[in-house]
């Protein structure tokens, strides 16, 4: 989940909880606690190691552990009123708070880090959810201009970080349980289906209709009055053992297959007689119909595109980190 949306997380505590540390600290001790394992998206990852450890050891359950007693440690030293066992309680939920509305997410958490490298993610929202995150806005808002009811206010903001994400997940089932027959009265057939979170979830789902090496996406709406004939955009499944070859050659391609859930490619044939392949994992694609009127394909951030020469050996590769093109040489 996006910074903001851990960072009303913690505000609400604040509210919530300032009064029974008697201080307007127990506000800084919430809001960083709620935040604070996205603090390695500033530790000087480079991109390949972004796609390595970010959700990584600072959002594993030994992780959020260890930042506990730290926090506990700090804002002791700060003000007596955080007693180690309540301030510890308080950071600790705060933490996994932040590790719930991650895993919810279809990025993926190492929950288990450093013991295990897997990647845990229910796939009940999207990445960013403007819903939950303008709702809990608002009611963090309302619960600090509220001085009868702003605690239970905020209380209810709290409840929607935990219910928000199962309510999405049963309407998401709900859907995948509708779909094939749908499929079937638009003549649409296909080997695997599978519903997963799009841009606007959970009123826009995202379809992949897998066909042995062809990989078809597209978008349905929850609310039935928004059916339409699906347009479905088709792309074609990455070759893993090309992956594997040049992730021999340079561990960024290695690494990326690692990181990817439904990697995809697309060959390009340049003038020289080399050839561009462009990787693309689909579960950043977004086909609803906002992202199809106001982004491009070239906008799908972690991109990974390889340039190879006439004899097919690898020359260079483009990455898109953040929206951000860089480009990488090869030298032999």
């Given at each position: 989940?996006?910074?903001?949306?851990h960072?009303?997380s913690?505000a609400?505590?604040?509210?919530l909880?300032?009064?029974?540390?008697g201080t307007r600290?127990?506000?800084?001790?919430?809001?960083?606690?709620?935040?604070l394992?996205?603090?390695?998206?500033f530790?000087?990852l480079?991109?390949e190691?972004?796609?390595?450890h970010?959700r990584?050891?600072?959002?594993?359950?030994l992780g959020?552990?260890?930042?506990?007693?730290?926090l506990?440690?700090l804002f002791w030293?700060?003000?007596?009123?955080f007693?180690?066992v309540?301030?510890?309680?308080?950071a600790?939920?705060?933490?996994?708070?932040?590790?719930?509305?991650?895993v919810v997410?279809t990025y993926?958490?190492?929950l288990m880090?450093?013991?295990?490298?897997?990647?845990?993610?229910?796939?009940?929202?999207?990445i960013?959810?403007p819903?939950?995150?303008?709702?809990?806005?608002g009611?963090l808002v309302?619960?600090?201009?509220?001085?009868?009811?702003?605690?239970?206010i905020?209380?209810?903001?709290?409840?929607?970080?935990l219910?928000?994400?199962v309510a999405?997940?049963?309407?998401?089932?709900v859907?995948?349980?509708?779909?094939?027959?749908?499929?079937?009265?638009q003549g649409?057939?296909?080997?695997?289906?599978?519903?997963?979170?799009?841009?606007?979830?959970?009123?826009?789902?995202?379809?992949?209709?897998?066909?042995?090496t062809?990989l078809?996406?597209?978008?349905?709406?929850?609310?039935?009055?928004?059916?339409?004939?699906?347009d479905?955009?088709?792309?074609t499944?990455a070759?893993?053992?090309?992956?594997?070859?040049l992730?021999?050659e340079?561990?960024f391609?290695q690494?990326?297959?690692?990181?990817?859930?439904?990697?995809?490619?697309?060959?390009?044939?340049?003038q020289?007689?080399?050839?561009?392949?462009?990787?693309l994992?689909?579960?950043?694609y977004?086909?609803?119909?906002?992202?199809?009127?106001?982004?491009s394909?070239?906008?799908?951030?972690?991109?990974?595109?390889?340039?190879?020469?006439?004899?097919?050996?690898?020359?260079?590769?483009l990455y898109?980190?953040?929206?951000?093109?860089?480009?990488?040489?090869v030298?032999?």
């Amino acid at each position: 989940m996006d910074p903001v949306t851990h960072i009303v997380s913690g505000a609400l505590a604040g509210r919530l909880l300032h009064t029974r540390f008697g201080t307007r600290l127990a506000y800084a001790l919430c809001i960083l606690a709620a935040w604070l394992p996205d603090i390695d998206n500033f530790v000087g990852l480079n991109p390949e190691q972004y796609l390595l450890h970010h959700r990584g050891i600072t959002h594993s359950l030994l992780g959020i552990a260890v930042q506990a007693l730290a926090l506990t440690g700090l804002f002791w030293m700060l003000h007596k009123a955080f007693t180690p066992v309540k301030t510890f309680v308080v950071a600790l939920s705060l933490l996994a708070l932040h590790l719930w509305l991650d895993v919810v997410t279809t990025y993926g958490t190492q929950l288990m880090a450093p013991f295990s490298k897997v990647r845990y993610d229910w796939g009940a929202l999207f990445i960013i959810d403007p819903i939950l995150t303008l709702t809990a806005l608002g009611l963090l808002v309302w619960s600090l201009r509220s001085k009868e009811y702003g605690r239970r206010i905020a209380t209810l903001g709290l409840a929607l970080m935990l219910v928000y994400p199962v309510a999405a997940h049963s309407i998401r089932t709900v859907v995948w349980e509708s779909l094939p027959k749908i499929l079937a009265e638009q003549g649409i057939r296909s080997e695997s289906i599978t519903v997963s979170t799009d841009f606007l979830s959970p009123i826009f789902w995202k379809i992949i209709l897998e066909d042995g090496t062809r990989l078809r996406i597209g978008s349905i709406s929850a609310i039935p009055t928004l059916h339409t004939n699906l347009d479905l955009a088709e792309f074609t499944r990455a070759d893993p053992e090309l992956l594997a070859r040049l992730g021999r050659e340079i561990s960024f391609f290695q690494t990326w297959a690692w990181f990817a859930k439904w990697p995809t490619m697309k060959e390009t044939p340049r003038q020289d007689g080399g050839r561009d392949i462009e990787f693309l994992d689909t579960r950043f694609y977004s086909h609803s119909p906002l992202a199809r009127r106001f982004l491009s394909r070239d906008q799908v951030p972690f991109t990974l595109t390889a340039r190879l020469e006439p004899d097919g050996t690898l020359d260079g590769f483009l990455y898109n980190h953040h929206g951000q093109i860089i480009a990488y040489a090869v030298t032999n």
